[in-house]
């Protein structure tokens, strides 16, 4: 009884089921109908729309030239004018896509409208061009052009000599360890000439190179770099060629006597201790260079007027530059002062 029951479900499941592949069959084939008229329509639509006028905008490109000699432009311009225009969709279409517009120029050295409120200034109205750029865009209505104005403001062309610098952030951490700059990093040229606004060079002392990325330094690198671009700056050279020389080195130590600077022939100064422990790293190649005069340990008696304390810090009066790391042991010291 159970079996025949589901034998009657499934019989009748079946025949329920077996038509709708056809009916799915039917339905793409009424969909596909249905897109293609679809697809049809919209085309005519789009066709019969490119008929029709319509108003738009169109961005223009636009150059300037002829800049009046010693001059430099200081405010920003556009480099391209909107236009609002009237004309036929299909047109309209074909002015946007043509991505090979020959730019508009500006002669700017020709133009003589300058701004009586604005010292080293002139102002070009851009209906000017009207004529020229309805000769560009054939079939075209030029309705409004915007800026209606372009405004130029001028600064005067100087030029100047300053120093090269190398960029690296932190000398200290790019040698490989027991290893040490050798000496000073030489730029070569180690001057440029720079070009631009006054007002500008008057801040700029020196110019940089582009940041150095090193590491790992065990021996001498010659490297050229591109210098740091600066906005309005032109550079008389763009890249540099810098000599890094690097070497091994070793701590040298010395025991030396303290001077006193500015020290009144009225007076005698004595120090505890009355010779100091002055340590430094040197390269191998320089270790037996070094002028013991020039790393003597100095106090200024200076320092006793202005501000009288107990002990006065040591220091170097001019660091060779073999040197590094110099340290000072004590790094202050007891004195005692008399009258000869």
């Not at 409120?117 to 054939?138: C, F, K, M, Q």
Request: glycine letters at 2%.
């Amino acid at each position: 009884m159970k079996q025949n029951l589901f034998h009657r479900v499934y019989t009748a499941f079946k025949k329920f089921t077996v038509p709708l592949p056809d009916i799915r069959s039917a339905f793409r084939g009424n969909f596909v109908t249905f897109l293609f008229f679809v697809l049809l329509s919209a085309v005519f639509w789009f066709f019969r729309s490119l008929s029709l006028e319509y108003e738009d905008e169109i961005l223009y490109p636009v150059r300037y030239m002829n800049i009046p000699e010693n001059k430099v432009i200081t405010n920003e311009l556009p480099d391209k004018l909107s236009l609002k225009v009237k004309a036929k969709g299909r047109r309209i279409l074909l002015s946007k896509l043509n991505l090979n517009l020959i730019p508009i120029k500006f002669d700017v050295n020709s133009f003589t409208a300058y701004s009586a409120a604005v010292p080293d200034s002139l102002y070009i109205l851009t209906n000017s061009i009207r004529d020229i750029l309805s000769g560009e865009l054939e079939g075209v209505e030029i309705l409004k052009i915007e800026p209606d104005t372009l405004f130029f403001h001028f600064t005067t062309m100087e030029v100047k000599k300053v120093a090269v610098r190398p960029n690296c952030s932190d000398w200290q951490h790019i040698f490989s360890p027991q290893y040490m700059i050798n000496g000073s990093v030489k730029i070569e040229p180690d001057s440029i000439i720079i070009s631009g606004p006054g007002s500008r060079l008057q801040n700029i002392f020196f110019v940089l190179t582009e940041p150095l990325t090193l590491s790992g330094l065990s021996d001498t690198v010659v490297l050229t770099s591109a210098l740091e671009k600066q906005d309005g700056i032109s550079y008389s050279q763009k890249k540099v060629r810098i000599v890094i020389p690097v070497d091994k080195y070793t701590q040298a130590e010395h025991f030396l006597p303290v001077v006193a600077l500015n020290l009144p022939d009225s007076l005698q100064l004595k120090t505890f201790p009355e010779r100091i422990r002055i340590s430094y790293n040197i390269t191998l190649s320089n270790y037996s260079k070094v002028d013991t005069e020039k790393i003597m340990p100095h106090i200024d008696y200076h320092d006793i007027s202005r501000n009288p304390a107990e002990k006065l810090r040591l220091f170097l009066v001019d660091t060779p530059d073999q040197i590094r790391a110099v340290k000072f042991s004590p790094e202050k010291v007891e004195y005692l002062l008399t009258r000869q």
